[in-house]
């Protein structure tokens, strides 16, 4: 805060403390994801590929992975498959990271605000809020696929339903339902 001493508002000091709590955050992120991506290295020199035959340990790869504190460069195991040539990465899929270099709590966070308003609107309230730059098509594809997930979820759990696995809360369909509003 001191270095900050040119503070003459409230405003001021406001900024200053937002400013300190972003780069504080910023240094628990990285420090905690690579202690996270290294308590999580290879276990084994192999992997079950989808194929059917094995995927083998190539090297550590970088990748840099967006979080709400900007981005974090981390190393995680890198396996390939011979017979087929796919890639897999462990890592990647247990921390809910995919192609998209953004972490599941910047996709909910997105799509948590985007469902309150415009695209525009969204990524301009998370900047304000958070100092979380996107484009807005970016937003857009990011709520594409967390919609695209809950869809399949609800669409998982009405086949539960429908097969008899999950039993309604009411044993009988009542004759007649009554609906108030205020």
Request: net charge negative; with cysteine; charged share 25%.
């Amino acid at each position: 805060y001191r270095e900050h001493s040119s503070t003459q508002t409230v405003a001021d000091v406001e900024q200053a403390a937002e400013e300190i709590a972003r780069a504080a955050g910023a240094a628990v992120v990285e420090v905690g994801i690579a202690e996270v991506a290294e308590n999580h290295q290879r276990t084994s020199n192999q992997l079950s590929c989808s194929c059917g035959h094995k995927a083998y340990f190539k090297e550590n790869r970088s990748r840099d992975i967006a979080t709400l504190f900007g981005a974090v460069s981390v190393q995680r195991a890198y396996y390939r498959c011979p017979s087929c040539g796919r890639s897999q990465m462990p890592w990647d899929t247990e921390q809910g990271l995919n192609q998209r270099s953004f972490t599941p709590r910047v996709k909910a966070s997105v799509a948590q605000v985007a469902a309150r308003s415009s695209y525009k609107e969204s990524v301009e309230l998370l900047y304000v809020l958070a100092g979380f730059k996107i484009p807005e098509s970016t937003a857009e594809a990011l709520v594409a696929e967390v919609g695209g997930r809950v869809r399949a979820e609800e669409e998982q759990l009405i086949g539960s339903y429908d097969a008899g696995d999950i039993i309604p809360l009411v044993p009988h369909k009542p004759a007649c339902l009554y609906i108030s509003m205020d």
